[in-house]
């Protein structure tokens, strides 16, 4: 795969990445502008984390079935639309709708993104390029809250959003130049692969851990700006926008995760240390300073990113044949943990205040890591027994 290549995919995976994190540091600013509440506000983010996690499985299907380039272009172009039409909502409502628009094509693009990387790069170099890819995920999750942070606070909630959109725009006329992908035989669609795929060691609990550690961290990372407000210095879409730093962490966790990998003995216990940290993360952000908040981010971003840059990898590499519908299930699992854990802890903390919202943070956490255990041990257990 040329550089070429590479810098088209890593551009288009920043630029969709961004697009469903680029109003969480507006969250309160949005919540004003449309006069709604801070529960209601959520929903901007749950709006589009949603439809990720229903619409992945039905795009790993069809990507069994046809080349993924085609999908990568479409999505992108389709994006751009959407994202310059947030800047026009004249209410809630329409942001909201515009919103799930774009829920419904990341997914296509990052599914389609996935299948490309996979199946165009030799078997050898395939866990490094999945690793690389998850880094550079992790990069668009900050470059999107940052950006959006600072351009608000310069010039307006809307000037992020418009900007974005010509970017996409240049990515998707950019894809037109991408070689097809490494695929010489297509599967038809059929829907008894998806238990097949579930049914294998392993793959249900790797699924289930990074829907519960999303969920942890896309619930800690959306309570973020409210908290702030409720704390000594207070709130702006910039120094929201700064907390976010933390996720740079996350980028040297995905490209450091095989190196782990190695010295624990195996992927599954690169997990179960990511989840570990994640605990420790959650138990930090409950504590009421601004600087807790800022450190338990970078504790989140590196626990987060070292068991979800190795997961891709290992499942890939576990299944040979049908590789859109292994990561349409992956960005399910993993989406679905996400958009529960974007309204459910605001929910709580409207309901209840920030002591109960923490806490049912950190009993996710530990549940994660309680499954990434029994992984780990089962998955040893396994290779022993058949030794």
């Known amino acids: ?81 959407c994202t310059a039409g ?46 690389v890819y998850i880094a550079v995920t992790v990069f668009g999750g900050f470059f999107g809250r940052f950006f959006s942070g ?22 998707a006329g950019a894809c037109l130049f991408l070689p097809p992908d490494g695929r010489a035989a297509f599967s038809p669609i059929r829907l008894e692969y998806a238990p097949q795929v579930l049914r294998k060691n392993g793959f249900v609990a790797t699924y289930l851990v990074v829907a519960l550690l999303f969920f942890v961290f896309s619930g800690m990372l959306n309570l973020l700006p409210f908290r702030l407000g409720r704390l000594e210095g207070g709130y702006s879409p910039l120094r929201a926008g700064s907390m976010y730093a933390g996720y740079l962490m996350g980028v040297i966790a995905c490209l450091t995760s095989h190196r782990f990998s190695k010295r624990l003995g195996g992927s599954t216990r690169t997990m179960a240390l990511g989840a570990a940290v994640v605990i420790v993360a959650a138990a930090v952000f409950a504590l009421p300073s601004q600087g807790a908040i800022f450190a338990s981010v970078f504790v989140l971003c590196s626990g987060m990113f070292l068991a979800h840059s190795v997961a891709p990898g290992v499942l ?49 956490a530990i549940l994660a ?18 030794r």
């Open 316 to 364: 890939n590499g576990a299944e040979g044949e049908h590789k859109g519908l292994v990561n349409g299930l992956y960005i399910s699992f993993y989406y679905s943990g996400g958009a529960l854990g974007a309204y459910l802890p605001g929910v709580v903390l409207d309901q209840f205040g920030f002591g109960p919202a923490a806490v049912l943070l950190l009993a996710a």
């Open 86 to 131: 947030l800047c026009l909502a004249p209410d809630f409502t329409w942001f909201i709708a515009v919103r799930v628009g774009q829920g419904l094509l990341v997914p296509a693009l990052l599914t389609a993104l996935m299948t490309y990387l996979a199946t165009s790069s030799p078997a050898a170099s395939l866990r490094r390029v999945m690793a």
């Open 150 to 171: 600072l351009a608000a606070e310069a010039f307006g909630w809307e000037i992020p959003f418009l900007a974005l959109a010509i970017v996409l725009a240049l990515c």
């Open 369 to 386: 890591a309680v499954v990434a255990t029994r992984l780990d041990v089962e998955a040893f257990s396994g290779e022993a027994k058949a």
């Open 1 to 81: 795969m040329n550089t070429w290549t590479l810098a088209v995919l890593y551009a288009a995976t920043v630029c969709g990445i961004s697009s469903i994190y680029a109003p969480q540091p507006l969250l309160p600013v949005l919540a004003r502008a449309f006069g709604v509440s801070e529960a209601t506000a959520s929903l901007t983010t749950t709006a589009t984390m949603l439809p990720l996690g229903l619409a992945p499985l039905a795009y790993g299907f069809f990507l069994d079935a046809v080349p993924a380039k085609p999908l990568i272009g479409a999505s992108l172009a389709l994006l751009a639309v």
